[in-house]
């Protein structure tokens, strides 16, 4: 008989990723099989890149830290990036998977204590930590034990390093939420708690950078590079200071052959247990009354505000907005899936630019300061596209509404009349996301009024086109039947699809600017773009007055 | 004011029909009860006329409106209340009302007035600015019922109204219904609950395996062929019964 954590972890990680859905229609079933073909398709080639780049950057950092006796400078990056993103998704990963699931209600009714849900749940969280640790820490791992002919104790310390590495930054993101919840009433506070968290972290990053550079105690970036490469583990130390177990994570590995090597897996393997014992004593005294306080809503005790039921008229396309933005919005499942890349860039660009370290910034290195204003232009234009599927708003518009769909289905509005509002209200999001972001890189690299200002115009004509296709393609084969409201957004292949057309789309008009650029025909780009909005927008005219009524009245 | 014609429902890959060649009419100024055992056809029926379902054959006339060729119209002249009623849970109360009173064309005094009159008799004045998912099943309900009766529909359509309700509830929404016809508009319901049905409808329907074997006022099923004076309960039992058939 299994114990009754593995049973849970088991069936949570079954439910959790689809395993059980996947084996039911791919292998015994032998049904839906071109599911998988469109996943590998769409995302392979973004595997395949990623692990080519951890591979390429392992290689120039090894044989740059090599001149200042740093060659383990790409595990250290490596295992702080890996734990700086686990700390950061993880944190709302913990969040919707502790407090936001439905199962909870469930569970607490089932002879359990608190700490085994709380360790099958986290034991869930770390196993699709793992797969995304793989990318970036075997690439490196595996580049880095190449070239510095590393011998058996590198591979068991790396396997050892590779397992417990997730632990802690996981363990920090439960601890923090965990505390958070029981501070706050939650059901109503959700969203702001999920803003409140996500900030905070924020502020831990920032604040990490402008720590490390204060400590190192000089303002001048080229100085402090230099002092961080030329004293003998210097950056090691630096980071050291920030988040110890990502050092010694690189230590074991590096120095796996030494005492001091085992000596730091020791660090890293206790401080995990530690973590463990925390997270065990929190989930027993903490955890329960948290998730109790948080299913107990907000009836009955509060005070309640005075409810004015005078109300502003708005029409149907408004009112119908407004709603799909507060859906959207409320629920910290859709947004932090569908807002995280609109918060990642502008962080990965003004993170450099707090520290004042311009240099090694991988949009600097990009050039992009330089490039011709008709081409930033262009790409502008093509990152509001490509930012409108990311977000997944309109691709899973209609899936998101579940088993509430029957709400906007007995409306008396014609099909048009649902869909404008679902692509305005993604087109509002989209554009104050793309707007935000763009501010500090066209601060970054000078972009000029004239050019961003086109852009965000063409961008927004031409999202608003694909937005319409995303939408109309979510009407065609809407994902209703979830319990968990995170499958209808991240299992819900019509965002997959969405995004693999929309970067057909971006790579083939990427392709052609690129043409332009090299025959000297960039003044073609704003035609090429009128062109295919044109096109695009022509479609999706035709499919929402011909197919999409169709549609609507088969669901 | 409804009108089924020839209406039938075969769902993808079942071998018998939900709904078979139904025909039905539903006055003005009457509450009609639909009457049947578990899965006879009665949600799928009402999720036909709703606009819910397409009916595979057949006409639904909603108003004079044909639910195909004219559906928004049809529509906007029907409040409809589910069995289980999935209010989006991440609205407040008055948010979920005031998007169904905007999407229906409420005017504002108009809105006031009847959001006040009915938060008031549903007791719902102080937690409707609360969020949905904050509610219990009975106060969703309601809130279901406020929104479908915001826009004073001609038809006023409630699948199993009285499920899960306590019996102060079930009386409100008795009182409502009657209140609705009185006004001159139709109510039409889906139960289970017999005694409801005899004491509200003006004319009942029964549908059994998805074909209407019963229909007429309450006078009309007991006195007919040789059931004199017989309760629903037992005219029910009768009828649902194995080789029971009753036509009007």
């Not at chain 1, 740093?70 to 990056?77: G, K």
């Not at chain 2, 139904?22 to 509450?31: Q, Y």
Request: charged share 15%; hydrophobic share 50%; proline share 4%.
């Amino acid at each position: 008989m299994k114990s009754r954590v593995i049973s849970l972890y088991s069936a949570m990680l079954n439910t959790h990723y689809g395993l059980s859905a996947g084996k039911y229609y791919y292998i015994k079933k032998k049904q839906r099989l071109w599911e998988p073909l469109v996943i590998v398709a769409s995302l392979g080639w973004l595997l395949v890149l990623a692990v080519w780049f951890a591979w390429m950057l392992t290689e120039q950092l090894f044989l740059g830290g090599l001149a200042f006796g740093q060659p383990h400078l790409a595990l250290i990056s490596g295992t702080l990036i890996v734990s700086v993103l686990g700390l950061f998704f993880g944190f709302f990963n913990v969040l919707s998977t502790f407090y936001f699931s439905n199962d909870l209600s469930i569970l607490l009714a089932w002879p359990l204590r608190s700490w085994e849900i709380l360790l099958a749940k986290l034991g869930v969280i770390v196993t699709g930590q793992y797969v995304l640790n793989a990318l970036f820490l075997l690439p490196i791992g595996i580049r880095y034990g190449l070239l510095a002919r590393a011998g058996v104790g590198y591979v068991l310390s790396a396997v050892v390093v590779f397992l417990v590495l997730p632990v802690i930054p996981l363990v920090i993101a439960s601890a923090l939420s965990v505390v958070l919840m029981r501070l706050v009433n939650l059901s109503r506070y959700r969203d702001k708690l999920t803003l409140i968290g996500g900030i905070l972290l924020l502020v831990i990053v920032f604040g990490g950078t402008y720590w490390l550079q204060q400590n190192v105690g000089t303002d001048d970036p080229s100085v402090l590079l230099e002092q961080l490469l030329s004293q003998a583990d210097g950056l090691v130390k630096a980071v050291g200071r920030v988040f110890p177990p990502s050092v010694w994570a690189a230590q074991a590995m590096a120095y796996a052959h030494t005492s001091q090597g085992w000596i730091n897996l020791l660090y890293l393997v206790a401080s995990s247990a530690l973590g463990l014992i925390v997270l065990h004593v929190l989930g027993e005294k903490v955890f329960l009354q948290g998730v109790i306080a948080g299913l107990e809503g907000s009836r009955g005790g509060k005070r309640r505000k005075k409810v004015v039921l005078e109300h502003v008229e708005r029409g149907a396309f408004l009112t119908l907005l407004s709603t799909e933005r507060k859906l959207f919005v409320r629920d910290p499942n859709f947004a932090l899936n569908g807002l995280i890349g609109y918060v990642l860039l502008p962080v990965m660009a003004l993170l450099p630019l707090f520290g004042q370290n311009l240099e090694g910034n991988p949009f600097e290195q990009l050039n992009f300061g330089e490039m011709d204003p008709l081409l930033v232009m262009g790409g502008i234009s093509l990152f509001f596209m490509v930012m409108i599927a990311m977000s997944m708003i309109p691709s899973t518009t209609f899936s998101r509404e579940g088993r509430y769909l029957w709400i906007v289905r007995t409306l008396p509005l014609s099909i048009g009349q649902i869909i404008r509002p679902r692509v305005a209200a993604a087109q509002v999001v989209n554009t104050v996301g793309c707007v935000l972001g763009l501010l500090p890189l066209s601060y970054l690299f000078g972009w000029g009024v004239l050019e961003v200002g086109f852009g965000i115009v063409f961008g927004l004509l031409l999202s608003s086109v694909v937005a319409y296709l995303l939408v109309i393609l979510d009407l065609s084969r809407p994902m209703l039947d979830w319990i968990n409201p995170i499958k209808a957004v991240k299992s819900n292949f019509n965002s997959i699809v969405g995004m693999f057309g929309t970067m057909v789309i971006a790579f083939l008009l990427g392709a052609l600017f690129f043409l332009n650029a090299r025959t000297a025909t960039l003044w073609l780009i704003p035609l090429e773009l009128f062109l295919v909005t044109g096109i695009l927008g022509g479609l999706a005219w035709f499919l929402t007055r011909n197919v999409a009524p169709k549609l609507w009245a088969k669901i | 004011m409804i009108r089924l014609q020839g209406v039938s429902k075969r769902y993808k890959g079942a071998s018998t029909y939900a709904v078979r060649d139904l025909d039905l009419e539903v006055r003005p100024g009457e509450i009609f009860g639909f009457l049947g055992p578990n899965g006879a056809g009665k949600t799928t029926t009402i999720k036909m006329i709703v606009g819910l379902l397409k009916a595979d054959q057949g006409k639904v006339l909603v108003n004079g409106h044909d639910l195909t060729l004219d559906p928004i119209a049809a529509k906007r002249s029907m409040g409809y209340v589910p069995d289980k009623p999935d209010l989006y849970p991440r609205l407040t109360g008055l948010e979920y009302l005031n998007l169904i009173g905007d999407v229906y064309g409420v005017d504002g005094p108009t809105r006031s007035k009847r959001l006040a009159h009915y938060l008031e008799m549903f007791q719902l004045t102080e937690a409707v600015g609360d969020l949905i998912q904050s509610f219990s099943r009975g106060m969703q309900q309601k809130l279901a019922l406020t929104g479908a009766l915001l826009h004073a529909p001609a038809l006023f359509i409630l699948d199993e109204p009285m499920v899960g309700l306590d019996p102060k509830s079930s009386h409100l929404f008795k009182e409502i219904m009657r209140e609705h016809v009185k006004q001159g508009n139709t109510v039409f319901f889906s139960t289970h609950v017999l005694e409801v049905a005899e004491q509200l409808c003006n004319r009942v329907g029964i549908i059994k395996q998805g074909e209407l074997i019963a229909c007429g006022t309450m006078e009309e099923l007991r006195t007919g062929r040789d059931r004199d004076g017989s309760s629903l309960e037992k005219l029910f039992l009768e009828l649902t019964d194995e080789g029971g058939s009753y036509e009007e």
